[in-house]
């Protein structure tokens, strides 16, 4: 059974890094891309940027681009999204997903994470 | 970057009813364009891959259409069990992009 399970909420102050991470099991985990979303209060779902573990190759979003860091630890199956320093605005829930590729590039996903909520506040 | 622009915003629908969700692609994504759910306090599930191919295990009163730059979600006979947000998301070239969502309350 694939499952893809996400570290536990953070509450951190503006400023902190932090580090999520994104547990895949049931699959080859080197052989499908990783997507990260982000998912504000009240809001809809925005897509951050995507890694590939069997090589760790990786793609963001403009909007995300230099904000966050997106990798893989292929050796452990797991990928993580972190921040340098947080602000309040990073306030959110963030899923990990895994993406379809069906010609080549990376498509839909079709399992996702039970999601991490991140709360930055002082 | 492409944008899609989906409507309404937001449905209140009598079960039984027919609810149509469009989504907007800013430029041609040919067929690359998929459809979630959102439940309250859930992950997304994957709906309708690839505009109009089913996926297991999804009831067969969901169903999708559309190519290029117009695309259609359809729930036939819509249960209560459906109330949710629903996202277009399109693949066809990155940065990857969800549409804004559309909430569907059963009246």
């Known amino acids: 059974e694939v499952q893809l399970v996400q570290s536990g909420a953070e509450v951190k102050k503006p400023g902190e890094s932090l580090k999520i991470s994104c547990k895949g099991s049931?699959?080859?985990?080197?052989?499908?891309?990783i997507g990260w979303v982000r998912q504000m209060p009240g809001k809809g779902l925005e897509w951050m940027g995507i890694v590939y573990p069997g090589g760790s190759h990786t793609k963001y979003s403009p909007s995300f681009q230099g904000q966050v860091t997106i990798s893989a630890d292929k050796s452990i199956s797991t990928a993580y999204l972190q921040w340098s320093s947080l602000k309040a605005s990073d306030t959110a829930i963030y899923y990990c997903?895994?993406?379809?590729?069906?010609?080549?590039?990376?498509?839909?996903?079709?399992?996702w994470g039970q999601g991490t909520l991140v709360t930055v506040s002082s | 970057e492409i944008v899609l622009t989906q409507s309404p915003d937001f449905q209140s629908v009598t079960p039984k009813e027919k609810v149509t969700i469009t989504c907007r692609a800013s430029?041609?994504?040919?067929?690359?364009l998929h459809w979630y759910q959102q439940k309250p306090d859930q992950s997304p599930k994957l709906l309708i891959k690839f505009a109009s191919q089913s996926v297991s295990g999804v009831p067969s009163r969901f169903s999708g259409s559309g190519y290029g730059t117009d695309f259609t979600l359809t729930i036939n006979s819509l249960e209560a069990e459906d109330a949710a947000a629903y996202y277009c998301?399109?693949?066809?070239?990155?940065?990857?992009?969800f549409g804004g969502g559309t909430k569907v309350e059963i009246k």
């Open positions: 430029q041609s994504i040919g067929s690359s």
């Open positions: 998301h399109q693949s066809s070239s990155l940065p990857q992009t």
């Open positions: 997903a895994r993406l379809i590729a069906v010609a080549g590039g990376p498509d839909y996903f079709d399992y």
């Open positions: 049931g699959y080859s985990f080197t052989n499908y891309w």
